[in-house]
Nanobody, 129 residues
C-alpha cells in the first residue's frame, strides 16, 4: 500500500499563494499519474490536478486553471501544487494520490476519488482575510 505525506498548507489571505508538497512511498516500481484532490467541509472529495509520469501531460479542474500549477520530482516520488490567486472557495483539505498502474490516463485518474486504496492525512488550506 502506498503512503502519502502532504505538507505546505496554511492560512492565507485571498489572492495569496501556497505551495503544497506530497511525498509518496511504499511502492517499488515507478509511479504513474499523480495528482491532487481536495475536500471542503460538508462536500465530497473532488479532483484538482493530475500530472503524467513524464510531466508532459497535465489536467486541471476548470476552477483552478490559470491559478494552480502541478509538477513532480520522480527522483523524490513527490508531487507539488503551486497555488496562486487563492480564493475562499479553494479552502479545503488537500490530498494527493497516485494511479494504481502506469497505464491509467489522467482523465480516468480524475474520476477515481472513491477507488484509491489509501489516502494520507492531507494538508489544510484556509483562505480568509
Amino acid at each position: 500500500q502506498v503512503q502519502f505525506v502532504e505538507s505546505g498548507g496554511g492560512l492565507v489571505q485571498p489572492g495569496g499563494s501556497l505551495r503544497l508538497s506530497c511525498a509518496a512511498s511504499g511502492r517499488t516500481r515507478s509511479y504513474g499519474t499523480m495528482g491532487w484532490f481536495r475536500q471542503a467541509p460538508g462536500k465530497e472529495r473532488e479532483f484538482v490536478a493530475a500530472i503524467s509520469r513524464t510531466g508532459d501531460s497535465i489536467l486541471y479542474t476548470d476552477s483552478v486553471k490559470g491559478r494552480f500549477t502541478i509538477s513532480r520530482d520522480n527522483a523524490k516520488n513527490t508531487v507539488y501544487l503551486q497555488m496562486n490567486s487563492l480564493k475562499p472557495a479553494d479552502a479545503a483539505v488537500y490530498y494527493c494520490n497516485v494511479a494504481p498502474n502506469p497505464f491509467t490516463s489522467l482523465q480516468i485518474f480524475s474520476t477515481m476519488t472513491a477507488n484509491f486504496d489509501s489516502w494520507g492525512r492531507g494538508t489544510q488550506v484556509t483562505v480568509s482575510s
